[in-house]
């Protein structure tokens, strides 16, 4: 009989498990509280990218989310907005750079520094080059909610099942074994329950008495109308970066880390801060001057506490399995692949073995 799975939480994390557990013929039934790629999934800037990536063992993982997003792109079809034109980098400058750059190349990665004439050259539209940027030729972003729609349709086209408004509330598991998954809808029986809640994550472990500490960090991700093709490659300059979608609106943000001084502004001016983020885009790239704003959207990036992903079985609990991380665009594709296989009895992934939740136990 098959495997059944119940994965909670329809981000693009959720999805990704959904779609490769169908693929490997278990029976999944993914619950959703609120709406599909409705948290933080709609709400990121969408950049598939390794350029930040702390540690070796991290590049390795975040290097295998490019590859996964490059087999999962053709599977997904253009609906899921993919698109590979690579970055410009250039949110600092000067020994910054240069050390940014140094750490890159040490990493083998698929970049070069680039002088101002290069950068117009790929950029036409700015209203000034930087002196340097670094370019990475093999990143990319998506349409993450449409992503994560095209795989929630293929596991259902797989046979499983998606029920949105049904929140987890807690895990049936006698004898510290999973037997069933207990919802605001009833019970769901599972042979494993995968935790794919993003921000929530901290929450919802504790009620199952599994402490995950969180340094949730929230974020600002403008959308504009369309407009005529602008941008090729993913821009990131100083104070905002931007890329085009593929049906031409822009998706703008303002800094990475969640920190700086724009997230106190995020609790308490967000509307003055998407106009002034906004200004430092049409300085950037005049032709954006009057485009119309069409969403400004506050989100809250998933961060287990030292800052890497919690992926793998959630010590107490036989079958429950947590998948939580920021960058969980670029990573989703990868961690629902390599997770799926684990979920599914096959052995463990040396790829995921810094990331295990027990690290925090
Ligand atoms: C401003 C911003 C910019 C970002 N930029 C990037 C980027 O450029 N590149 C990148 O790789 N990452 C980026 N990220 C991070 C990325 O968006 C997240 O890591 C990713 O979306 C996490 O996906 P997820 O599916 O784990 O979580 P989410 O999308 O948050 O989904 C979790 C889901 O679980 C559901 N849920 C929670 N609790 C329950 C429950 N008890 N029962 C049922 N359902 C439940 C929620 O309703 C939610 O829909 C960014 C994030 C933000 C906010």
Redesign the pocket.
Known sequence: MAQKVVV???????ASFAWHLAQAGAAVTV?????I?????E???????ASFSETPAYFALRMAGIEAWREMGDALGPEAGLRWGGSLWWEEAGDALETQAAALRDLNYDMEVVGKNRVMAMVPGLAQAPDAAIHVRCEGAVD?AAATRRMLDGAVGMGAKVLVG???QGVEAPGGRARAALTSHGRIEADAVVL?????SGA?LAALDFGLPMDNKR???LHTAPTAPLLEPIVLAPGVHVRQATDGHLVV?EI?SGDGPGAARLATDPAGLAAEVMARLAALLPATRGLALERVML????VPGDGFPAVGPVPGIDGLYL??????????PVIGQLGAAEVMGGPDAALLAPYRPARFA
């Open positions: 909670v939480g329809a981000g693009i994390v959720g619950i959703e509280a609120a709406g790629a409705s948290a933080a999934t709400k990121s800037f969408g950049w598939i990218n993450m049904v929140a987890l794919a809640t993003g921000a929530a919802v974020g600002m991700i943000g990475f989100g809250t990036r998933p998948a939580t991380m920021h960058s969980g665009i670029t990573l989703a």
